[in-house]
């Protein structure tokens, strides 16, 4: 039995292909390279949802229909004053998401179409949670949605208060649109483990903030940074790379489960990344990142088990770059994947059946039962 589920195929699914071997990354059957490129986040959302791409009055339509969502909801206007300022924001964010089933009297109804309007409302509403909690842990006032802004710009400005660069949107849009799903990734089966119990949405996609949280899952994003940060502040790139390795640390941001290649996100990101260090006067960020990576390039401890950047990589520098602080780096891939674990969610929906695999027990059996006062 393989650790992990390494190499297990748990279901079938048509939202996305992920071809390890080779690098490749499909969403309903277009490459992520042309995605990341050339669509925006909400083109890429509606082609999750309905499995088709948008034309121009679709997408105008659709786009129409978030931006009413948007609204911070008085929950967790309640709530966010409450927590510690400290609390890590994917803790709030994972809280928060929680509490918005308690307020939705329809949060039981599985049809499909309230099921996609759930969709809708979660994901039009997570950058306001973000963003308002950014705001709130900074003694600022949340700062309501701007209705003529697209999603990516829209959460830019909820954080900042100024609209943001066109450059500056269009990265954060790309970096959104890249980490909309990935198989059968560990928050995406949390996702759909809970809601396959016939539970509820709000259930689902709060297993799938809490699952992201992990350090090996989408909080690498942060500590990739952090790691840049200090090996930059080090004084000396190489010799914390050489540090790293001679305390056997993990390098954050490099080796995945599934990619023994290239991750291809990276061919949307790390240009990305490089044009974004460039034009800022802050260029020496992607040099950090490009060096650790050529060091480990030709360290045979990373080539001989086939680790490679993966996609919080040169994301963590994206981000980095659009003045998000580090620890909220990982609530943005959230507000990503949200469209990934409700897409998921509606595809379990339409074919629903409990997920329940079996576990390969390895204790003993049929022990004498001891009475207390005979017990070591
Ligand atoms: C992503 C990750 C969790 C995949 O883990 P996995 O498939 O369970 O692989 P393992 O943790 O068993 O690692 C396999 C081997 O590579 C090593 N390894 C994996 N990632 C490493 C890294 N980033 N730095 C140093 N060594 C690493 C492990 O120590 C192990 O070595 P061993 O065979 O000598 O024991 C792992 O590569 C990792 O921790 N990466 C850093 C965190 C990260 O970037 N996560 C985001 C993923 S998108």
């Known amino acids: 039995m393989a650790a992990g589920l390494e190499g297990t195929t748990v279901a079938d699914t048509e939202l996305s292909k992920v071809d390890g071997q080779n690098g490749v990354l499909y969403y309903r059957g277009y490459n992520i390279v042309d995605l990341g490129v050339k669509a925006d986040f909400e083109e890429v959302a509606y082609l999750m949802w309905y499995g088709k791409l948008p034309n121009q009055a679709e997408l105008d339509a659709f786009k129409a229909e978030l931006v009413p969502l948007r609204a911070l909801p008085a929950i967790v206007a309640e709530m966010l004053p409450t927590f510690p300022a400290d609390a890590h924001p994917m803790a709030v964010l994972r809280t928060c998401v929680s509490a918005l089933g308690t307020v939705d009297p329809e949060a039981d109804n599985l049809s499909t179409e309230n099921v996609q309007q759930q969709a809708k409302y979660l994901v039009a509403v997570l950058p306001t949670i973000v963003a308002a909690w950014e705001r709130t842990r900074t003694g600022n006032a949340p700062i309501a949605p701007n209705d003529d802004l697209d999603h990516a710009a829209n959460f830019l400005y909820m954080l900042t208060g100024v609209v943001p660069d066109a450059a500056v949107a269009e990265a954060m849009d790309a970096y959104l649109t890249c980490l909309v799903d990935h198989g059968f990734n560990a928050s995406t089966f949390a996702s759909r483990v809970t809601f396959a119990t016939v539970s509820d949405i709000y259930s689902a996609v709060t297993a799938g903030v809490g699952t992201l949280k992990g350090n090996a899952h989408g909080r690498a994003n942060q500590l990739a940074m952090e790691q840049f940060i200090e090996a930059y502040e080090s004084g000396d790139v190489t010799q914390w790379y050489h540090d790293k390795r001679a305390n056997k640390e993990r390098i954050m941001g490099i080796g995945h489960r599934v ?118």
């Not at 996100?265 to 020496?284: F, I």
């Not at 891939?333 to 027990?361: C, D």
Request: charged content about 20%.
């Open 259 to 376: 990619y023994k290649v290239a991750d291809p996100r990276g061919k949307v990101l790390g240009p990305l990344a490089q044009k974004m260090s460039a034009s800022s006067s802050e260029s020496h960020w992607f040099d950090v990142a490009n060096t650790i990576e050529q060091l480990a390039g030709q360290d045979s401890y990373f080539v001989d088990r086939s680790l490679y950047p993966n996609v919080d990589y040169y994301s963590a520098i994206v981000l980095y770059m659009t003045g998000m602080p580090t620890d909220q780096f990982t609530c943005a891939f959230a507000m990503s994947r949200m469209v990934g674990w409700t897409s998921h969610v509606l595809e379990q929906l339409a074919n629903n059946r409990l997920i329940r695999p079996k576990a390969n027990y390895t204790g003993p059996i049929d022990l004498d039962f001891p009475a207390i006062a005979d017990r070591e």
